[in-house]
């Protein structure tokens, strides 16, 4: 698979079609089960206030993840992303009801750069408050 942008569609400030990714206690559950990371903070709520949260909190990597999906599901491949990194500036709080949280996610072409490739800013957000913080993927485009 290739990207199915073109480096030439594309100038900085171009901005990614936004999305928005529940999160809910099951899903937590199934991602602890996928990878592995069974903290209690991420399941028993009793335990992650105990240590000072406010609520159980959904995986760092698990939002990194979701954050990027803008980019790959733009960009048409994953492959196609060769660089990525975050800072975690807060937790995304997942209360045990029916609607869980949301995490909100927008992406706008920070620079082209060499070699076709274009670094993506992303903004990710969670209860009006940003949870990523110098979130960038650089993505290789045809």
Known sequence: MTAKISYAEVETGTE?????????????????GASGDFNP?????????????PDVIAHGMF???EAV???TDWVGDPGAVVEYGVRFTR???????????LIEVT?????????NKVRVDLTATS????????????????
Request: aromatic share 6%.
């Open 107 to 115: 992406a706008k072409i920070g620079a082209k750069l060499d070699d």
């Open 69 to 71: 999906r803008v980019v």
């Open 16 to 32: 990614l079609p936004p999305a928005r990714f529940p999160v809910t206690r099951a899903t937590l559950v199934q991602y602890a």
């Open 127 to 142: 209860a009006g408050q940003k949870v990523l913080g110098m979130s960038r993927a650089v993505v290789q485009l045809t």
């Open 41 to 53: 903070i991420h399941w028993n709520e009793r335990f992650a206030k105990t240590v000072g949260l």
């Open 91 to 101: 937790p995304v709080v997942v209360p045990d009801d029916d609607t869980g949280a």
């Open 63 to 65: 939002t990194m993840a």
